[in-house]
T-cell receptor, first 110, second 114 residues
């Protein structure tokens, strides 16, 4: 079983729709959970960070972590064409080494 | 906004040649990292560096790889004898302290080995 699993998509939604992304993981030692956005040929950019289980909201973005199910989610409300990118989940046992998912490519159609 | 800068943005090299990828981390950051992303695959951790020494490295980071902070501003990744499978995007990252939410990534150096 892969340490972090993420459906690569692609995912295409109309503008204004809710984008729902998720990852599963196998390592119960993960404590830190992140979502990054990556544009083509660019570096990952941190969007959301959560420590342990729970929900976190930042503007149009909501991150959820369910450690009991080893499942994390990212929701993007009122999606915009500028949200079109690859979204990477990442996790960590300690506080510096990240384990990434494969990334989900999202296209928001105008 | 401060940023991590990387050079070159793209390098093509012959198999067996040595390559040095350069990074200028954010100026007050103390922790430095290299990650790589083979085309179509996950971003993978290579190495972390703190206080002038490697703090952790992955199994990918074998004897062909080395890192150095030659002066107060640069952080380099050297690949001694490149192989075709080293072709990837290499990301430098830095953080002010421990804390995954403080890690900033550069835009990457795309290495093509032919």
């Amino acid at each position: 079983q892969k340490e972090v699993e993420q459906d690569p998509g692609p995912l295409s939604v109309p503008e204004g729709a809710i984008v729902s992304l998720n990852c599963t993981y196998s390592n119960s030692a993960f404590q830190y959970f992140m979502w990054y956005r990556q544009y083509s040929r660019k570096g990952p950019e941190l969007l959301m960070y959560t420590y342990s289980s729970g929900n976190k909201e930042d503007g149009r973005f909501t991150a959820q972590v369910d450690k009991s199910s080893k499942y994390i989610s990212l929701f993007i409300r009122d999606s915009q064409p500028s949200d079109s990118a690859t979204y990477l989940c990442a996790m960590s046992r300690n506080d510096y080494k990240l384990s990434f998912g494969a990334g989900t490519t999202v296209t928001v159609r105008a | 906004e401060p940023e991590v800068t990387q050079t070159p943005s793209h390098q093509v090299t012959q198999m067996g040649q040595e390559v040095i990828l350069r990074c200028v981390p954010i100026s007050n950051h103390l922790y430095f990292y290299w990650y790589r992303q083979i085309l179509g695959q996950k971003v993978e951790f290579l190495v972390s560096f703190y206080n002038n020494e490697i703090s952790e490295k992955s199994e990918i980071f074998d004897d062909q790889f080395s890192v150095e902070r030659p002066d107060g501003s640069n952080f380099t990744l050297k690949i001694r004898s490149t192989k075709l499978e080293d072709s990837a995007m290499y990301f430098c990252a830095s953080s002010a302290g421990t804390g995954v939410n403080t890690i900033y990534f550069g835009e990457g150096s795309w290495l093509t080995v032919v």
